[in-house]
């Protein structure tokens, strides 16, 4: 779907819904805050909390009044269950865009989103070398960054946003564990990002790190989960709602 330019749009993102753990008067002033404040809403993964179909019909009922285009990526809870077709299904139900590995274009943004996985960060990632297991972990960590490189090659348009449930760097991670942070992201999902020069990119996931970091080349990354959000702005709805002027991106 394709919709007029705009000088500025407003993204708002928020991940770790985990529905219905989370309650829904929390669920529903977000949401309400996103639909009134916002030209599109990001959903960063953990939608469900254990991956069950009831669990997302309950969600999608609480989307269903929500007017402006959502787009959603899955996170580790939402294939907990190993039903996580369903899930995607009953949320498209209702209008949400499921992204894995492909993009759909609002405002002429090329908008971009994969799960991502864990492998860690720099030079303390994992590395294929070892037993199988091992070899087939960080596997998958380099077959999404890969999967998220091509999405982001075939979007021919100015402006990118990328959407991730893991980490693309180590900086949104600071307040976790340091045992954990391994299984927070993996640096291979920012390479492709800066490769493409995308405007920014939001994911969650990391639910005691911080707010904000950026990449090597400068891009803004969102840590969007909602314990982050209900810490760092404990005034407002949690819900990031970011500015991309679409004439120079995201300063």
């Given amino acids: ?32 805050h996103a639909n ?17 179909p009831e669990e997302a019909s309950i969600l999608a009922k609480l989307l269903a009044p929500v007017k402006i285009p959502i787009l959603a990526v899955l996170g580790n809870h939402d294939y907990e269950s190993g039903k996580w077709e369903d899930v995607s299904r009953i949320l498209c139900d209702v209008g949400v865009t499921i992204l894995d590995g492909d993009s759909s274009i609002h405002y002429d943004i090329g908008f971009v989103g994969v799960k991502g996985f864990a492998g860690g960060f720099g030079d303390r990632a994992l590395q294929p070398w070892g037993e199988e297991v ?17 999405a982001l090659a075939k ?18 991670t ?23 020069s995308v405007t920014a990119a939001f994911h969650g996931h990391a639910h005691h790190g911080t707010p904000e970091g950026r990449t090597k080349e400068g891009i803004p990354i969102y840590n969007v989960a909602l314990p982050v959000l209900l810490r760092n702005f404990p005034d407002q709805p949690p819900v990031r709602i970011v500015e991309i002027p679409t004439a120079v991106g995201v300063s």
Avoid: W
């Avoid at 779907?1 to 008067?25: F, N, Q, W, Y």
């Avoid at 009134?36 to 939608?47: E, M, S, V």
């Avoid at 091992?134 to 998220?148: A, P, Q, T, Y």
């Fill in 1 to 32: 779907m394709t919709v007029p330019t705009k000088e500025i749009v407003r993204v708002a993102a928020v991940g770790d819904l985990h529905c219905p753990k989370t309650s829904d008067e929390i669920l529903g002033a977000l949401l309400s």
């Fill in 174 to 196: 600071d307040g976790e564990m340091s045992e954990i942070i391994p299984f927070l992201g993996s640096s291979r999902l920012e390479d492709p990002l800066n490769r493409y």
């Fill in 134 to 150: 091992l070899k087939r972990f960080v596997r998958e960590s380099i077959d999404e960054g890969l999967k998220l490189e091509s």
């Fill in 36 to 52: 009134d404040g916002a030209d599109i809403l990001l959903l960063c993964g953990d939608l469900t909390d254990y991956g069950k």
């Fill in 155 to 172: 979007v021919q348009v100015a402006h990118r946003i990328a959407l991730l449930h893991y980490s693309p760097i180590a900086a949104t």
